[in-house]
């Protein structure tokens, strides 16, 4: 942390015996991304995060990144009522450490899984951390309702999901600092793991659900980074044959030579459930995977749509997958959908005899042997990245993953440059 040396204030000084000098240590306020409503994260400074439990650790971030579900957060999708530091993708440098944190030290270098998570509950017991009941005590609940009934918490992610402040800083409070931080080794770089913090479980996760016995047919809807991990994960999983699907050209172009799949560009859904059936024999992919979630692309006619039935968004690329699946065949949903859905096609999911899987991706499930596939160099994660920018610059950050300008697909920031 920045310390200086400051002396007391003159008037405490004065009251002072003469000829004593007094200093204190004095921690300068760090810099981090902040909420301000719709549109409008700025980079501020902020009060340093302080040891609260004697599980928590304090990090000094070296390196984090903005995520698709972060622009849900920025689009007033998933709403946030007071200013709050953003961030669920981020690692560093071990400060501080809680009492009962014994298995890091400082200066241990570290990835943190985006689920703030207990360890020991029911769901933690059944490696579902995202279900974390100890983590979100204000808004958790079975529910899962539209503004009650919440999961657990996730870092940097609203108050409805636990409410505490996110990595996009200098400086995070690490929550059950013993469970969810993972050393990595020195001799991989930041933009090497980052991702598997987030990202690459979440890609990976979406294709365990999918059951691959080995040679089967993988469409993937978004080329985000999303869609892009789970491309490489189809892969890692044995897959036959990969095709991720987007409405913009130049996503498709970098899923193609990272995620080394085909690709189908969307100009209307029905086109693009054709071409999946088309590479397979009429039939439908074995497995679809929906990374895009509840704001697609949408014309005026969806929006409209949207307003009149008092939904958000629109599930149209999660019909898209159950249309483009096989009978019997799996759909994972990782894209995000906060609210219910009228006309949901349930008629379709009990014809066709299909599974569907969704959720907060159970990241410290996974983190373990991912993290030794890429030691093993098995799979390349930064390869992904095409904005580095200082933390300063973080309204630009936002703005360019929004609006997908200047060919962006993964911004990752440094806390420190200047
Ligand atoms: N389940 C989890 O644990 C988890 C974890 C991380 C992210 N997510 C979610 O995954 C989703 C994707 O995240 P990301 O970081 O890749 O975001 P992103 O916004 O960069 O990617 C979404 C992609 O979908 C594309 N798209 C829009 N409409 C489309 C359509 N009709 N058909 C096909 N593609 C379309 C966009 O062009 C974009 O490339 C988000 O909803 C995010 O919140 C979920
Ligand atoms: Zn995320
Ligand atoms: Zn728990």
């Known amino acids: 942390m920045a310390y200086a040396l400051i002396p007391y204030p003159c008037y405490i000084a004065n009251a002072l015996p003469r000829g004593l000098f007094f200093l204190t240590l004095q921690r300068f306020n760090m810099k981090a991304a902040v909420i301000h409503g719709p549109g409008k994260v700025t980079c501020d400074n902020v009060d340093d995060p302080i040891l609260k439990d004697e599980r928590d650790i304090i990090l000094k971030v070296t390196a984090t990144a903005i995520c698709g579900s972060d622009l849900h957060i920025y689009s007033g999708g998933f709403p946030q009522p007071r200013p709050m530091v953003l961030g669920h993708e981020f690692m560093g440098i071990v400060e501080e450490t809680g009492k009962q944190v014994k298995n890091l030290k400082k200066g241990d270098r570290v990835v943190v899984p985006f689920p703030i998570a207990c360890g020991h509950c029911f769901f933690c017991n059944h490696d ?51 469970y969810g931080p993972r050393k990595v080794p020195d001799n991989l770089t930041d933009e090497q793991v980052l991702f598997l913090t987030d990202i690459f479980p979440t890609g990976y996760t979406g294709i365990d659900w999918g059951n691959l016995m080995g040679g089967e047919t993988v469409a993937i809807f978004g080329a985000g980074p999303v869609g892009i991990m789970a491309a490489k994960s189809a892969w890692l999983k044995g897959a036959g044959r990969v095709v991720i699907v987007d409405t913009i050209q130049y996503r498709l172009d970098k899923a193609k030579v990272a995620g080394q799949c085909e690709t189908i560009l969307w100009e209307d859904g029905k086109d693009v459930i054709e071409q999946v059936r088309a590479m397979t024999e009429g039939r439908g992919a074995d497995l679809c995977v929906d990374a895009v979630g509840f704001e697609p692309d949408r014309n005026f006619l969806d929006r409209a749509k949207a307003v009149i039935n008092i939904e958000k968004g629109s599930v149209k690329v999660l019909e898209a997958c159950m249309s483009a699946v096989r009978r019997s065949g799996f759909v994972s949903v990782l894209g995000v959908y906060p609210t219910h859905y009228d006309n949901f096609p349930v008629g379709q999911f009990f014809d066709k005899g299909l599974t569907i899987r969704g959720g907060q991706a159970p990241a410290h499930k996974y983190i373990d042997k991912l993290l030794v596939y890429v030691k093993e160099g098995k799979v390349k994660l930064d390869d992904i990245i095409t904005h580095r920018l200082p933390l300063t610059q973080i309204a630009d950050g936002y703005s360019l993953f929004k609006k997908k300008e200047d060919n962006c697909v993964k911004v990752v920031l440094d806390p420190w440059a200047a």
């Open 128 to 178: 579902v951390p995202g279900n974390c009941e100890n983590s979100n005590p204000e808004n958790y609940g079975p529910e899962g309702g539209l503004v009650k009934e919440k999961g657990g918490a996730l870092f940097g992610y609203t108050d409805l999901y636990g409410g505490y402040d996110g990595g996009q800083a200098q400086y995070v409070r690490v929550p059950y600092g013993d």
